[in-house]
């Protein structure tokens, strides 16, 4: 059985896991920047866990399997670099009042992955914020190139390629990669249940 909830302070801990579970070291955000999305904006940070049925209270803890997290921003044609920075502060962007949903990130641990639990948490993600905030109709997001489970998730949800930021990312190794923004005018499309 899975849960959906919002996330707490008292999360930091398995989320940081899970960042560091995801993400190379040049692309991890510091605790401080989660901790401050959870404070900003917790209706747009949603945790996914296991629970057995037996337990299922809203005390009750399952295993922790994945996060996703975002903001609400108001719509721009053109798209900037420097919004999309590691470790950009949540608060200066974020316009409950705006029409677009940007999520900044989402995982799964590895040991859970291609069960279909990222699909689902992208989509509570999309129906939580439409419910609470029926302005936002469209999506951002950046990925890197390479993450391919990702780009697959927004790509049968809509998202189109945007615009392309070169080497935005560098692998452990030293290698770069592309950024590529993707947006989608109509998430409301998305909406299941
Ligand atoms: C991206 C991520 C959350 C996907 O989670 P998941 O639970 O494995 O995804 P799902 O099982 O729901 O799969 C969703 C779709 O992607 C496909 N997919 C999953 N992993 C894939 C991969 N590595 N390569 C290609 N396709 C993949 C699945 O086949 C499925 O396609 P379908 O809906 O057409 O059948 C997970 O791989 C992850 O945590 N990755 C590391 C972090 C990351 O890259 N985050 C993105 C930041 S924007």
């Not at 605790?31 to 209706?43: G, H, N």
């Amino acid at each position: 059985m899975l849960r959906f909830r919002e996330a707490a302070s008292s999360d930091i801990t398995n989320i940081m896991a899970l960042e560091r579970a995801c993400f190379n070291t040049d692309t991890q955000e510091a605790e401080s920047t989660y901790l401050e999305r959870i404070d900003a904006f917790p209706q747009g940070f949603i945790v996914m866990e296991s629970a057995d049925r037996s337990n299922f209270s809203s005390r009750s803890v399952g295993e922790f399997l994945g996060a996703v997290s975002s903001e609400i921003w108001q719509y721009e044609p053109s798209i900037a670099r420097d919004s999309f920075t590691l470790g950009h502060s949540i608060k200066k962007q974020l316009k409950l009042a705006g029409d677009e949903l940007y999520i900044s990130s989402i995982g799964i641990f590895p040991r859970h992955r291609k069960c279909g639990y990222g699909k689902l948490l992208f989509r509570e993600l999309i129906n939580r914020v439409h419910v609470l905030f029926p302005l936002v109709v469209k999506g951002i997001l950046l990925i890197n190139e390479e993450w391919h489970g990702a780009r697959k998730i927004y790509a049968n949800n809509g998202f189109h390629d945007a615009a392309v930021f070169d080497d935005f990312f560098t692998s452990d190794n030293g290698t770069k990669t592309n950024g590529i923004v993707m947006r989608n005018d109509d998430i409301t499309k998305i909406i299941i249940g």
